[in-house]
């Protein structure tokens, strides 16, 4: 994505905040759409996509949101890529699908799709692909608990 600012360099606030070249709402359908240069900064993660959607519900709390083309997900050491992410508000359920991959480190984890919740301490990556790098300092790899996205 030329010229787009990446949201790992964006500073994290206590709001979330979407931006874009366009967006789209559908007051029927409860869902806004957010197209070209998409960054999503929020306290706890960051993302970037080719295309966004928002599933509201009756309350206008996000229920669903399905990120695609180009994501990058990033949280502190954690960057996460594929061509589609889907999250899951009522569960905390993120799904990595195509292309997925989890780094931390020099440590990484690989598959068609991988599933973590961001409330646990576990992920599911489906074929499971690991890469482990021991570090230096204590000749342990970098994945194992918290290498997924938390909340």
Known sequence: MAGAVFASDAPATNKTTITSDRLSFDYQRMTAEFEKNVVVVDANMQLQADKLTVVFD???SMKQAIAIG???LSQQ???GTCQK???IAKTGEIML???AQIKRGNDLVKGDKITF???EDRMVCEPGNLVLTPTKS???PNIGPGAGFKK
């Open 77 to 79: 050491d954690k960057i």
């Open 58 to 60: 009756n309350e206008s």
């Open 97 to 99: 699908v195509g292309d």
């Open 117 to 119: 919740w961001i409330n």
């Open 138 to 140: 204590t000749g342990l």
């Open 85 to 87: 992410a889907i999250f």
């Open 70 to 72: 180009n994501v990058r």
